[in-house]
């Protein structure tokens, strides 16, 4: 055999070795069935490290240019075509005209929305992103997860990477009853599923109570992805306007007075987008209203774990003697989105009736994370973390409040979170977003605008600022160029004044 | 502070120091605001280690009890009421007329099948398992990784634990791409979208294309958990019956000459349960009658990795000149189910369309998982594993078709499968579930009944046999017990005999 391996090349030598000897299989000079010289005397040959031979005969044999068989690794094997790739006409099916109804709204609402998140990469300096909710990844406790996770690893490896059973790592909703029990939340483990997020959550429970002419009531604005979810599982959504201290309740009771409502989803802390946190009153009245009307509350709590400013009113669910709120918990918004661990907890007959869709529909979500996520609080990591966000984002909250008194025309105004990330604000008229856009990223910095917000509404007056990945530097320069930006799109008289 | 800490219990220090503490505040001796010793002080006194009292510090901050502001961490506070486990009465509202339709027959199948997967601690010696269908937890390549898993958090920690992008992590994707043109599959990244499994792949195809009235062809038997699927994403369900290479291609066209039917549901390799593998004429013919009435195919190739009884045949995807054909795939028959990542590969329209749907309903599948998959078979690790896997599965199935042949009654057959883990055992008749169950059981031995897997059918005389989970010795053994249960269900003669 014959081989030329270009000593002088950048490339590693295995590489060299591998690409060689595939071109020698493949013009037939290497026979089918021929075996290969022994790692040892072909190294030798080549003047290289045995271990690089063996490592460009591993490659061969994963490329299936060598047979594997027991005691003759080495011998040359009828390859298996490898495809070439050649993209193909369209398809001779129409997807469109295969498509659901609900499946083809929720493209079109997908192809509206932004399709992609923006990569950390590009929140560089030029750029400041106010519309990122998800924890600032440089705050991440990294090493103490490296650390469980090889724990975890070493002791229960093998049961991490099994399927887990239905509704989640027994240990782990033990855990989060108990963590509930610290927000004034009853409940047994039984009560609590373990879902890929909270956002799994919502589609679970949306599945489970939905079908067609279904209607759910849900804050208007709120969590801009909710409202194509619900829409797909067929409900027709009612919006409520927010007021400030939580939903309009007069109108929430005159809308399950004359409707059929399967639902009524809220967020009642730091309220996604406006940041409004629902008072205790408000809480107990709304309890009471659904009671009267036997419709379930879906209370998000998203951001339960991120009350910074003192007291923060216990959840909805921690009043519930009556079992009607299927309370949505999640670990995205205070430690690792990428884990997707999130939970639901609920009257146990509905948990069950969930978790057969559930069992159908991805089988379990990760033991891994779940294992990790377990032993990760358990050993107090999480608490630790906790506080850290806490001291982090208080001062973080404070900076933004400040530098929009300073920084922001005075036409314009905006909420004051008691916690969370995001402060909803208003300019003092509406403007599409594509114009509000285009004067914001000319100044360098980009916000959530408010159209996404309202079931049914394009445009508004609104934006949300989220301060979730950016710390107080950036917070405090990131809204300086929007005032800037604001100031020259509403300058008390100009020509691109509009009506 | 009085602490009286009995050092003979087997509680441990920090513990006890704990309990004390928590005590010494609930009774009041200790009020809101006091300032604790300092660690360095309380351990001297105690005479324990001073990292104890830190431990024991840390949790009562975990808990409430203590304060954590910086440079004051150790001042009692007043702690929010835990709240006292009391289990609810039932809830005021009906779950069961909440739910919808679908969900209500849905959960009805859920209480029918076995609740909970058996944990491998209960495959002890008493007890084989032929019935679960995931890889050997034993062949489990933990420590490559459990390596890669390090590399990637040292490497790209902070990007694995954000959210990743709608259709998966693009590297991976690529990866994916390249080995499916090892199984002649032609396709770009462009054209995949990570899942979290296979199953989760199953219920986007079934929600893109599904609604009221739909129609689904199945092959009969079939996959068990993709029927309650279906059935619950709206579909009708066709069955058309297996044969010795594949669906009855006739029973198929009449079908499609009649109803207009949304897709195709296939397993080509090693079908579940039966075991069998379409021939490449059998997957031509019906990919052409799909072609002919615009039938899209759903190509289930969970196991295309697990050939290890020589030449299979080329996926159906590999033939499709017009995109018609969804396939999908998942890391969790070879490899780790527990980490719950699949793929659905498939025209660029139709995967855009499918993203949209698990952008709303998940945001993301877990890009941890993704980025240690992509650097562990980047790594070379897969192919390694998968060499190792086909050299033990070829034995253990040599030894369970030997078995089959030396205990079972002559009065019974199964199918000859080229690869996989599961085999199709035909009994001489019908026989109820529960007989088949308890007589296995009282012999120490399970095996999943063939009712299951039938669109609309509870008893049959089938039942499938899986090697999955076993060694040779096991497999010996558990397939000698099946042999004597059989024996005594089918003596030729006997008063338990029945029409």
Known sequence: MLLNIDKSSSTPAYKRIVEEIKNLINQGTLETGKPLPSSRSLAQKLGVNRSTVYQ???????????????????????????????????????????????????YETFLCYSPERPKSSKLSDQFISLAALDPDPRLYPLEDFRKCLNTVLLNSGTESLQYGTYKGYRPLCEHIAQRLRLHGISVSDEEILITNGAQQGIDLVARVLGGPNKKAVVESPTYANVIPLLDFNGFKILGVPMKQNGMDLGALEKILDRENVSFVYTIPNFQNPTGITTSHYHREKLLNICLEHRVPIVEDGFEEDMKYFGKVDLPIKSIDDNNIVIYLGTFSKALFPGLRIG???????????????????????????????????????YDRHLKRLHRVFRRRMQVALKALEKYL?????????????????????????????????????????????????????????????????????????????????FKPSGPERRA
């Open 343 to 381: 939970w639901i907890t609920a009257d146990k007959e509905l948990i069950q009736r969930i978790a057969a869709i559930k069992r159908f529909a991805d089988l379990t979500s990760s033991n891994l994370a779940q294992i990790v996520m377990h032993y990760f609080c358990q050993q107090g990591f």
């Open 409 to 489: 025309p005075s036409t314009v105004s905006w909420t004051r979170p008691v916690g969370g990330y995001t402060l909803w604000v208003k300019m003092p008229r509406k403007l599409n977003e594509v114009d509000l856009h285009e004067q914001l990223l000319a100044h360098g910095v980009t916000v959530s605008p408010g159209g996404y917000y309202f079931p049914n509404q394009h445009s508004s007056e609104y934006f949300r600022l989220s301060i979730a990945r950016l710390n107080e530097q950036e917070i405090e320069e990131g809204i300086k160029r929007l005032g800037k930006a604001l100031h020259k799109l």
């Open 56 to 106: 460009a005969y591993a490659e061969l044999q994963a490329q299936g240019y060598l047979q594997s068989r027991p005691g003759s690794y080495n011998i040359v094997q009828k390859r298996r075509k490898e495809a070439a790739y050649n993209p193909k006409s369209r398809s001779l099916i129409s997807w469109e005209k295969a498509s659901s109804s609900e499946a083809k709204r929720l």
